[in-house]
């Protein structure tokens, strides 16, 4: 048996699971956000897409609550 990848990749009218870059079987990139669907190609109708760039997230910062900041001596 040979150990190739069987991961299916996402196809139009999907819905989008990680937001990032994706590139359609023609090599057209598309940002795409977590909910949108995966959109079709006007010629060729149902393509196939791939993960090419995960999105950079920002993390809020937050400030912890003053009774958990050490005292200064």
Aim: charged share 35%; no cysteine; net charge negative.
């Amino acid at each position: 048996m040979s150990k190739e990848n069987k991961d299916m990749l996402p196809v139009s009218r999907e819905k989008v699971e990680v937001e990032g870059v994706y590139t359609d079987e023609l090599g057209r990139e598309n940002y795409l956000q977590k909910g949108e669907e995966f959109p079709a190609d006007l010629v060729l109708g149902e393509t196939e897409w791939k993960l090419t760039e995960i999105a950079h997230v920002n993390k809020v910062e937050v400030q912890p609550k003053p009774s958990l900041v050490p005292k200064k001596r």
